[in-house]
């Protein structure tokens, strides 16, 4: 079993900056995809960003690519968000998630989920 933690949510304004953390424990390998995903209400999940840990592999998602930059401490288990130039469309609640397949963009595999973290950005 993985069990991961979020933190690092909050309340910004538009243009500001966001850094989010994702502590994971248990039975997580070097070989897993580690990857952020976010749900605003009334939408569906979405894609934001992953991570694989072995080998620094990323992914983004198109509405967050050149904004928003995965990065990862193996040592620590973390995995880090960082938000810059944050919009309004942003705001959601984000989750961590881990995937035993490696391949980060295999949405499919994500078996471990947190519990989210509000980001809320004004305009």
């Known amino acids: 079993q993985v069990q991961l933690v979020e933190s690092g949510g909050g309340l910004v304004q538009a243009g500001g900056s966001l850094r989010l953390s994702c502590v994971a424990s248990?039975?997580?390998?070097?070989?897993?995809?580690v990857g952020w995903f976010r749900q605003a209400p009334g939408k569906e999940r979405e894609f934001v960003a992953a991570?694989?840990?072995?080998?620094?592999?990323?992914a983004y998602g198109a509405s967050v690519k050149g904004r928003f930059t995965i990065s990862s401490d193996y040592a620590k288990n973390t995995v880090f968000l960082q938000m810059n130039s944050l919009k309004p469309e942003d705001t959601a609640v984000y989750y961590c998630?881990?995937?035993?397949?490696?391949?980060?963009?295999?949405?499919?595999?994500?078996?471990?989920w947190g519990q989210g973290t509000q980001v809320t950005v004004s305009s």
């Open positions: 248990g039975r997580i390998f070097s070989s897993y995809a």
């Open positions: 991570t694989r840990w072995n080998d620094g592999n990323t």
């Open positions: 998630a881990a995937n035993p397949s490696g391949r980060p963009l295999l949405i499919l595999a994500y078996d471990y």
